[in-house]
């Protein structure tokens, strides 16, 4: 099976939670990531934990980790009409191997 | 910013050329990536560096070599071109290092074409 999974696509109304979600295999990951591809730009990070953590709060953002059953999900708060790109998850390993899920497309709905 | 440039940003070769891909930085961080990205399989890592004459394969480099002989670049070689190479290549630079090498910055990326 794919070693970073997560669902291709996610249609949200503007003003509501986006919640993203990934599933990974590795156990041995020791950071985990949510990226941001706007149309025609290369990727941006935007926000990690560590695999020892449990959640993150940045703003709008929410990172929470369950490790025991190795899935991560990214909850933009207030989804606005700028949120429309592809989330990449993403996980380190010990040897420095940074592996990307396919991505999910967020859709803003007016 | 941290200062990365691929070159070139825009190709279109035919089967069977070599092709050259470079990623420039600025700032000698250790840590570089070189991705593709395709519709359907989002980003796959080909090759990283983690230092100068230091790489390693990953999950799709067969058909791609690289090398760094200097800190600075980063280079992305496909020997014989091949229309499946058809892709958007991106480059990456670790900005954390060691402790934490998935804080990427990625370069704005170099569109192959293979016909």
């Known amino acids: 099976g794919e070693d970073v999974e997560q669902s291709l696509f996610l249609s949200v109304r503007e003003g509501d939670s986006s919640v993203i979600n990934c599933t990974y295999t590795?156990?041995?990951?020791?950071?985990l990531y949510w990226y941001k591809q706007e149309p025609g730009a290369g990727l941006q990070l935007l926000t990690y934990?560590?695999?020892?953590?449990d959640m993150k709060q940045d703003q709008r953002l929410t990172v929470l980790l369950n490790k025991k059953d190795k899935h991560l999900s990214l909850r933009i708060a207030d989804t606005q009409t700028g949120d429309s790109a592809i989330y990449f998850c993403?996980?380190?390993?010990?040897?420095?191997?940074?592996?990307f899920g396919k991505g999910t497309r967020l859709h803003i709905l007016p | 910013d941290a200062g990365i440039t691929q070159s070139p940003r825009h190709k279109v070769t035919e089967t069977g050329t070599p092709v050259t891909l470079r990623c420039h930085q600025t700032?000698?961080?250790?840590?570089m990536y070189w991705y593709r990205q395709d519709p359907g399989h989002g980003l796959r890592l080909i090759h990283y560096?983690?230092?100068?004459?230091?790489?390693d394969k990953g999950e799709v480099s067969d058909g791609y070599s690289v090398s760094r002989s200097k800190t600075e670049d980063f280079l992305l070689t496909l020997e014989s071109a091949t229309s499946s190479q058809t892709s958007v290549y991106f480059c990456?630079?670790?900005?954390?290092?060691?402790?934490?090498?998935?804080?990427?910055?990625f370069g704005e990326g170099s569109r192959l074409t293979v016909l």
């Open positions: 990456a630079i670790s900005l954390a290092g060691g402790k934490n090498t998935g804080e990427l910055f």
């Open positions: 590795d156990s041995s990951s020791t950071y």
């Open positions: 934990i560590f695999s020892n953590m």
């Open positions: 993403a996980r380190a390993n010990r040897d420095d191997k940074i592996i």
């Open positions: 700032e000698n961080h250790r840590y």
């Open positions: 560096s983690y230092g100068v004459k230091d790489t």
